[in-house]
Nanobody
């Protein structure tokens, strides 16, 4: 079975940083696209950042220049470095794999 387990969320003040991690199992991690998706209260899911198997990255306009997605293939871990956090970044952040076929349980990020 594919499992994605996120960690690293928390409560921070505006302007601070957080780093999210997602450990994957059950897939050949290095070959697959991975992404971070967030959902704020009362809103639909929003793709935040994606990382293709060839290393190509894409970002939502709202996070460009502040967030960085990366992967550690040796540890089957997807990372999201979030800097200069804003109150509007508050959401549950999910790790997703294989064109969002598989999802983690989410980790709460609160900026206040």
């Amino acid at each position: 079975d594919v499992q994605l387990v996120e960690s690293g969320g928390g409560l921070v003040q505006p302007g601070e940083s957080l780093r999210l991690s997602c450990v994957a199992s059950g897939i050949t991690f290095s070959r697959h696209d991975m992404s971070w998706v967030r959902q704020a209260p009362g809103k639909g899911p929003e793709g935040v950042a994606a990382l293709e198997g060839d290393g190509t990255t894409t970002y939502a306009d709202s996070v460009k220049g502040r967030f960085t997605i990366s992967r550690d293939n040796a540890k089957s871990t997807l990372l999201l470095q979030m800097n200069s956090l804003k109150t509007e970044d508050t959401a549950v952040y999910y790790c997703a794999a294989c064109q969002r076929t598989y999802w983690g349980q989410g980790t709460q990020v609160t900026v206040s």
